[in-house]
């Protein structure tokens, strides 16, 4: 039988203790995952790291950097710490929001949909989704400007297709930034690794993994570029 190992590691130490400081003090559900929310978007870049899905909680804050996929794994553990029930949503994307952070000639070489993730949050025994944490919000406001200049709804990691974008704390609300650009449901998870054992992930394996990987170092520079009002 083979053990698959818990990507949101909410019992490793650093997870722990990173909970417990980002919730001390807080009485409510709504305080503590509102500083929860802060952190993941905030002190955790949006950017693509070297290990690509595949990263525990705990390597997450280590790294400083993520996205959709491994904010969603640390945002998850760090609401399991301190028992907020808390699940992964998981889809596909339309690739298209990463226009002005890919470079464009690679497009074509792209499937159409890649894969994306957001957390889900049990309050008063209802489920609401989030998604507004993973751009930090510095990120966030030059992306939108660039957005906007470009008369796109999609595109530098944001999505308007449906109208609406934020990059806010809006629990129970409908303002997201990469909802609207969500071509298929996946279904909820308890961990993401679940679903990367599962055939509903498209795993990048050989070849496609390494041009994938070089093209993320590409666009890494391109999201600097961006944050600093470089580009």
């Known amino acids: 039988m083979i053990t698959i190992q818990r990507l949101s590691d909410f019992d490793n130490p650093v997870i722990q203790k990173k909970a417990e400081e980002l919730t001390s003090g807080k009485q409510s559900q709504l305080e503590k995952l509102q500083s929860i929310f802060y952190f993941v978007r905030d002190e955790i870049k949006f950017g693509f790291p070297p ?31 301190v028992q907020i029930p808390s699940r992964i949503h998981f889809a596909s994307i339309d690739l298209q929001i990463m226009y002005g952070i890919f470079p464009s000639i690679i497009f ?49 990691s944001i999505s308007f297709i449906d109208g609406k974008s934020s ?30 054992a599962s055939d509903k992930y498209l795993k990048l394996e050989g070849f496609r993994k390494k041009f994938f990987l070089a093209i993320t170092k590409i666009a890494n520079r391109n999201i600097e570029r961006i944050r600093t009002n470089l580009s």
């Open 108 to 156: 074509p070489l792209l499937p159409k949909a890649g894969g994306h993730s957001w957390v889900e949050v049990n309050s008063d025994g209802k489920w609401y989704s989030i998604d507004s944490y993973i751009n930090d919000k510095n990120f966030y406001k030059k992306a939108l400007e660039k957005l906007k200049a470009s008369d796109r709804n999609i595109g530098y």
């Open 51 to 81: 290990k690509w899905d595949e990263m525990k909680a705990s390597e997450v804050i280590s790294c400083g950097l993520g996205y959709c996929n491994t904010k969603a794994t640390l945002f998850h553990a760090l609401c399991q710490a």
């Open 167 to 196: 990059c806010e704390f809006n629990f129970g609300d409908k303002g997201f930034v990469h909802m609207g650009a969500v071509v298929e449901d996946h279904d909820t998870w308890e961990d993401a690794s679940d679903y990367f």
